[in-house]
């Protein structure tokens, strides 16, 4: 389904009812695509290893949150 950023402004309710159902929904704004509302998915977010994969060999850094939390901590 497709709505423009009018429609997410004043029908967000009814977008996100779409979105609760299964479907995805692309959000333009001028006429190009902008964003995307999909379901969200539990397990997706609390598997860390694929997000920090890169760092799975790396001797120089052991406990990767901390490490992520301290880079962070200057920006909030």
Same mark, same amino acid.
């Given at each position: ?12 309710? *009814? %977008?996100?009812? $779409?979105? =609760?159902?299964?479907?995805?929904? !692309? ?14 998915? *539990? %397990?997706?977010? $609390?598997? =860390?290893?694929?997000?920090?994969? !890169? ?15 301290? %880079? ?5």
């Amino acid at each position: 389904m497709k709505a423009t950023a009018k429609d997410l402004r004043f029908h967000s309710k *009814e %977008l996100l009812s $779409t979105v =609760k159902r299964g479907e995805e929904v !692309i959000i333009t704004f001028r006429g190009k695509p902008c964003a995307k509302l999909i379901p969200y998915d *539990e %397990l997706k977010n $609390t598997q =860390k290893t694929n997000l920090f994969g !890169i760092w799975k060999n790396n001797d120089m850094v052991k406990d990767v949150d901390a490490y992520v939390r301290d %880079l962070r901590k200057e920006r909030f």
